[in-house]
């Protein structure tokens, strides 16, 4: 469980000055005497709470599907500053100058966790229906006339 002291370590003002893992960005969901460790970072704030409460099983042992989640919500104090109670979310240790791994994975003593960087093709394919929506909502602001003289002076533009 270094992974959640140094990420509190290293996200305390100023940097390294204390250590509390309840302010760390990471939790280990940890079942010793199964051997199971599960590590869970934080991610978005859910405004409310969620509707599923699912229940997982492993190695005959109940889990709540809260157990796994990654928001901070208003139905626990996971992923919250104890103090304030303002969400916590991870940033993969971002800072300056920026580190070639997050803290916590650079300290996974147990080698459990892993960081690499993916580059996922995103196609953003506009339809013709959200581009007349789009428009429609232009003309409606500024008018058709406004919209046609400014679409004719960039078609001019980048001609030349």
């Not at 996922?120 to 229906?129: D, H, K, S």
Request: charged content about 30%; hydrophobic content about 35%; some cysteine.
């Amino acid at each position: 469980m270094a992974c959640e002291v140094i990420c509190s370590a290293f996200h305390a003002t100023p940097k390294y000055s204390g250590n509390n893992p309840a302010r760390s960005r990471i939790r280990v969901i940890r079942d010793p005497i199964a051997d199971i460790y599960v590590p869970v970072y934080a991610g978005e704030y859910a405004v409310a709470e969620c509707a599923g409460r699912d229940k997982y099983t492993i190695d005959g042992k109940e889990y709540d599907e809260c157990a796994f989640c990654r928001a901070s919500c208003p139905s626990r104090d996971v992923f919250k500053e104890p103090d304030s109670g303002l969400p916590l979310k991870c940033d993969m240790c971002g800072s300056d100058p920026s580190l070639e791994k997050p803290m916590c994975v650079q300290w996974c003593l147990n080698d459990a966790l892993i960081y690499e960087e993916r580059e996922e093709a995103v196609e953003e394919v506009e339809t013709l229906e959200e581009l007349e929506i789009g428009l429609e909502a232009l003309a409606n602001k500024y008018s058709l006339n406004k919209i046609t003289e400014i679409a004719a002076r960039m078609s001019v533009s980048k001609k030349g």
